[in-house]
């Protein structure tokens, strides 16, 4: 993320091709992993578009302006329904963001898609009545780790340099392990 941010600032990259070059890599392997959900390129090009000219501006909301980002499905998003991994939930759109999501937007990062979870979060990994079965980058016999699993297989996959997922429990941490990338799971409150 931090690589992106210098190379938009000198115009080495922009958001728009950076963003291009993540969806056709997510094209390329999502139908192998199931790491993700509600995939929307249009909404993504727009963002892409919107910091681009921030950039060309020289006005960037902040070190994360353009830079492609997902989100855990069970962290709300605006517009799209919150299934939390279960065929069991409604699908009734979100009314507004919670936080994490609404400081991604702040920042101008760009939101991808949101990231695939087991029912309610109550799995090490990624199966889920609502998903295909999420699968591990490095090797697709294999569990990525949950809950955070779609998130987990989503990095370790390089769907861009960014993804939150939640951590009560390990959600985080073991798809992190599993899947061979770095994770951080701060302090309450932070």
């Known amino acids: 993320a931090a690589e992106l941010s210098d190379a938009y600032r000198t115009r080495r990259l922009g958001p728009v091709e950076v963003l291009r070059a993540v969806l056709a890599h997510i094209e390329r392997w999502e139908p192998h992993l199931h790491a993700i959900y509600a995939l929307d390129a249009a909404a993504a090009l727009a963002q892409a578009e919107a910091s681009q000219a921030r950039w060309l501006k020289g006005e960037p909301l902040g070190a994360l ?3 492609p980002a997902t989100i855990k499905e ?3 998003t605006r517009g799209v329904p919150v299934p939390l991994g279960t065929a069991a939930t409604e699908l009734v759109p979100a009314v507004q963001d919670a936080p994490p999501a609404a ?52 990095a370790a996959a390089g769907y861009g340099p960014l993804h939150v997922g939640t951590d ?23």
Not at 118 to 133: E, I, K, Q, T, W
Request: net charge positive; glycine share 14%; charged share 15%.
């Open 65 to 67: 302006d353009g830079v």
């Open 74 to 76: 069970n962290i709300a």
């Open 103 to 154: 400081r991604l937007r702040e920042a101008g990062a760009v939101i991808v898609c949101k990231t695939t979870m087991p029912d309610y979060g109550m799995l090490s990994s990624g199966l889920s009545s609502f998903h295909a079965l999420t699968r591990n980058p490095w090797d697709l016999t294999k569990n990525p780790g949950g809950s955070s699993a779609g998130a987990g297989a989503a």
């Open 168 to 190: 009560i429990g390990g959600s985080v941490r073991l798809p992190a392990a599993w899947c061979g990338i770095f994770a951080l799971k701060p302090s309450l409150g932070r």
